[in-house]
């Protein structure tokens, strides 16, 4: 049996493990009533960024693919951006893992965002 495309995409990987940290880091940030609103809108955009990424392979690898990657890092970045805001109900270190975990995923999809409609105009 052939391995799904999807699972040997790195960056869907890392988005999973991400998504799965956060799992654990939200009873953390979710102690404090404030912490508890970031946290919701938290779990739906790193959430979004897997299903961005899973929708577009499940769509194939024609013009849809690039527009659910683009989403899927727009969703990254705003994920970014609240762990910058989260600094009040979780520890520094921790948010710099997460942050370039994110980092690593925007640089990754924007690579393939480049590489596929590259190919796509050629």
Request: proline fraction near 2%.
């Amino acid at each position: 049996m052939s391995q799904d495309r999807l699972e040997s995409f790195e960056t869907y990987k890392i988005a999973r493990q991400l998504f799965d940290d956060f799992w654990k880091d939200s009873a953390i940030a979710g102690q404090d009533y404030r912490g508890r609103e970031l946290v919701k809108q938290q779990i739906r955009s790193l959430d979004s960024i897997c299903a961005n990424i899973e929708e577009g392979y499940g769509r194939g690898f024609g013009k849809e693919l690039p527009q659910h990657l683009k989403i899927a890092r727009g969703e990254a970045r705003e994920s970014k951006g609240r762990f910058d805001r989260m600094k009040h109900v979780l520890p520094a270190d921790l948010i710099a893992q997460r942050v370039a975990a994110l980092d690593r995923i925007i640089g990754a999809l924007t690579n393939a965002i480049i590489s596929i409609e590259r190919k796509k105009n050629s």
